[in-house]
């Protein structure tokens, strides 16, 4: 079973060097028309030529109608992605992408919005930035990095940091120093909002620093998860469209099953990050690994990707 996919074909129109491992593609419609609307936070799956599906965020003005600006970070011990784009993808290539999604969206409103993030995960809140210059509300970045030799979006962090809207962390540069977190958060008025992405330990050190804070002031994009762990349960999984039951042995992903059978299924990032693969369960008790679903919405879906199961049979709506 195949789930419908919108998808938009889109040429590369530029690719940018940021630092020693960072690219920025300009992606257009072939014939100049406006592309799909995205809001601050939103990211695109991206169809690779070898048949890979990652995952980048908008990193370009949302008022910019007909480009989507993503970065790739060059990764050479994971899956594979990055290398082919670092390494393959020209200016003048197509590229297959999905309609944007928004697991990371601004609040409506702040009475200050601080953006704290990491390496590549500075790229959500790009796009961000420059929404907030459009509302007028007031906001600081906080970007750490490596090193200033080094840095990212050098012209864009630096021209932010001139006009006091920006710091920068370069931790390993001699004098570097690191973002003080628990100092940052501590001293926020309560209605403040604040938003991370990047290492999953920037994220837990957010979490920790704000965990005293309104629940719905602190958001935070996962990205680079990695391949979590499969589950050491066994379970049998129920199609009840299909009315197809398929076994699960312990150490294997729901979507691993699901492709043994012959039974295709939408993934993506399949680290629990994306969503792509969210499926209605309709009974059972899923046992949920997915990094970006909201309790309400883990009453009646689940991540096949990385979730697993507590009770002896899952009934999914497949």
């Not at 012959?262 to 693969?277: P, Q």
């Amino acid at each position: 079973m195949v789930r419908p996919n919108h998808r938009v074909t889109t040429i590369v129109r530029d690719i940018r060097r940021e630092n020693s491992s960072i690219l920025t593609l300009n992606l257009a419609d072939p014939d100049g028309w406006p592309l799909p609307p995205f809001e601050a936070g939103a990211h695109i799956d991206v169809h690779l030529p070898n048949g890979a599906v990652r995952q980048y965020s908008l990193c370009g003005d949302p008022a910019d109608a007909v480009l989507y600006r993503i970065a790739v970070q060059r990764e050479d011990a994971g899956r594979g992605g990055s290398v082919l784009i670092h390494e393959n993808v020209k200016v003048g290539d197509r590229l297959l992408v999905s309609l944007p999604r928004n697991h990371f969206p601004l609040a409506a409103t702040g009475r200050r919005h601080v953006l704290v993030g990491g390496g590549i995960g500075l790229t959500p809140l790009m796009a961000m930035v420059e929404v907030l210059r459009r509302r007028g509300e007031p906001f600081e970045l906080h970007a750490c990095v490596k090193s200033r030799a080094d840095l990212p979006f050098r012209n864009w962090l630096e021209a932010l940091e001139r006009q006091g809207l920006a710091q920068i962390y370069a931790s390993r540069d001699n004098g570097g120093r690191r973002l003080d977190l628990d100092g940052l958060l501590h001293n926020l008025p309560q209605d403040a909002q604040v938003y991370c992405c990047g290492p999953s330990r920037m994220i837990e050190a957010v979490l920790a620093a704000g965990s005293e804070r309104p629940e719905d002031t602190i958001h935070v994009e996962h990205f680079g998860s990695g391949r979590i762990p499969p589950g050491a349960e066994a379970f049998t999984v129920e199609l009840v469209r299909s009315k197809r039951s398929i076994p699960v042995a312990a150490g294997m992903t729901i979507v691993e099953a699901l492709r043994e059978a012959g039974v295709e299924i939408e993934a993506s990032c399949e680290g629990g990050a994306c969503l792509t693969c969210k499926t209605r369960y309709l009974e059972g008790v899923p046992i949920h690994r997915d990094l970006v679903m909201k309790p309400g919405e883990r009453l009646t879906y689940m991540t096949p990707c990385v979730s697993g199961c507590a009770s002896e049979r899952l009934v999914l709506d497949l």
